[in-house]
């Protein structure tokens, strides 16, 4: 007989990808048979790939991710002789599972929320490809020996954390029956046992009331006092739960003192609102479970005047038998079609405001050293072909027009002060060669 291990659920992973290199543009002159005076004919360089993510059902966890903490997109191709254009880089695509927030590790920025199946999002754009010197022609220059370098791929470090998407939240304090109800009411087989922290990772479960609009609903592993804090990993726990729409708070009603099952309530409730606002806004339902207990039918009616009184909605049930589940079902599926579906986190995906005011910005890095940031001035260096004069002559031109030549001689800097822009040195004399 097999059997199969349950999959590690990975609800966070951190990993780095890296979009294309564009390929570097080609110097090349026609050379064909009656054609002496060949022109220019190198080609444009190929795009780089793109890295794409993509939300799917295929995968319920991010545990495959962990296995592979860098991805990279494929590099574009180089162009060649007679104007032939390199060819683009293959794009690289990253499944995730439906609900997966993308954040940009160095910036802390969210920049994509793939909360819907399908949905495909470019995370890391690849670097165009470099001008091959056909590009480069003019009325004056007829022969440029001149092409640029691809541009050099985008690499971030990426936190990806999953959000499980669920219609409702089952809530409640440890071994409150939470996986015991979620079983006799759904496809969803939760580990069950008899002690505190059975369940130590979601679960999701389809719901079909009869006669009514079936719904998601989630198992969140039990939630106790300081979880807003990280108690009992309630901070991991929690937030699954902000994507839900209506929360089914269970309460274990089989213990004999009516304060502390009150108290248990009002633990969870604090919790929420402790962790998030919006979270403990969220309308809720209590199920007084394990009515097939003595006990609980005895402390049920006590309880639900107390609740009742502060306007909740309580119903008694038993997972074991299904007592009174179908009328909680109906009720939560018909209160399902009164709130609309979580809307989308707000992603941020705006560029720094530098880049549009400035195309470079300036920085002292200690004596005789500055550092040159932007992305315009970063990207010019990298696409130079530093080995060409010509090359070298039209990176100064475009220094120039952009204002960084300007800039440097109201500066003032020792002619043996260094620069740094990308990867590249130079010595503030070379610009005024």
């Not at 290199?21 to 080609?43: L, W």
């Not at 541009?151 to 029956?177: F, I, Q, S, T, Y």
Request: glycine share 10%; proline share 4%; aromatic share 8%.
């Amino acid at each position: 007989m097999l059997y199969s291990l349950p999959m590690k659920f990975v609800d966070e992973v951190t990993i780095e990808v890296t979009s294309g290199k564009g390929g570097d543009g080609c110097v090349a002159f026609r050379r064909e048979k009656f054609v002496p005076m060949g022109g220019p004919a190198g080609g444009d360089g190929g795009r780089g790939g793109d890295v794409v993510f993509e939300a799917t059902d295929d995968l319920t966890t991010l545990y495959e991710l962990s296995f592979a903490r860098r991805w990279e997109a494929e590099d574009g191709d180089d162009g060649q002789v007679k104007d032939m254009i390199g060819a683009n880089g293959k794009a690289l695509l990253v499944k995730v599972p439906v609900g997966t927030l993308v954040y940009d590790v160095e910036s802390g920025q969210l920049l994509v929320d793939l909360a819907e199946k399908g949905q495909r999002e470019v995370i890391a754009r690849g670097g165009r490809g470099g001008r091959g010197n056909a590009r480069f022609t003019t009325s004056v220059r007829r022969a440029p020996r001149i092409a640029e370098k691809g541009e050099p791929g985008r690499h971030l470090r990426l936190r990806l954390e999953l959000k499980l998407l669920a219609d409702v939240g089952l809530v409640g304090m440890p071994n409150a029956g939470k996986s015991t109800f979620l079983r006799a009411v759904s496809n969803a087989r939760p580990k069950v046992a008899d002690y505190p922290f059975t369940t130590l990772v979601p679960s999701l479960g389809i719901v079909k009331p009869e006669g009514a609009p079936s719904f998601c609903m989630a198992d969140i592993p039990g939630l106790i006092e300081g979880a807003h804090q990280g108690t009992g990993l309630g901070t991991q726990f929690l937030k699954h739960i902000e994507r839900t729409r209506v929360l089914l708070h269970l309460v274990d009603t089989s213990q004999l003192d009516m304060e502390d099952v009150v108290k248990n309530y009002d633990i969870i409730m604090a919790e929420l609102k402790a962790f998030s606002e919006e979270l403990a806004n969220k309308p809720v339902v209590v199920a007084a479970n394990k009515m097939d207990l003595p006990d609980s039918r005895e402390l049920f009616p006590m309880f639900k005047e107390e609740l009742e009184k502060r306007g909740i909605r309580v119903f008694s049930v038993s997972g074991a038998t299904r007592e009174g589940v179908e009328d909680l079902l109906k009720f939560l599926s018909s209160m399902l079609k009164e709130f609309k579906a979580t809307e989308h986190i707000e992603a941020n995906q705006e560029e720094a405001l530098y880049h549009y005011l400035a195309p470079f910005v300036i920085e002292s890095a200690g004596e005789g050293h500055y550092q040159v940031s932007g992305s315009e001035i970063e990207r010019l260096v990298a696409m130079t072909d530093f080995t060409s004069d010509d090359a070298i002559a039209m990176f100064k031109r475009k220094l120039k027009k952009m204002g960084f030549i300007d800039e440097l001689a109201v500066m003032n800097a020792d002619p043996r002060d260094v620069f740094s822009i990308g990867e590249m040195e130079f010595e503030y004399r070379e610009f005024f060669d």
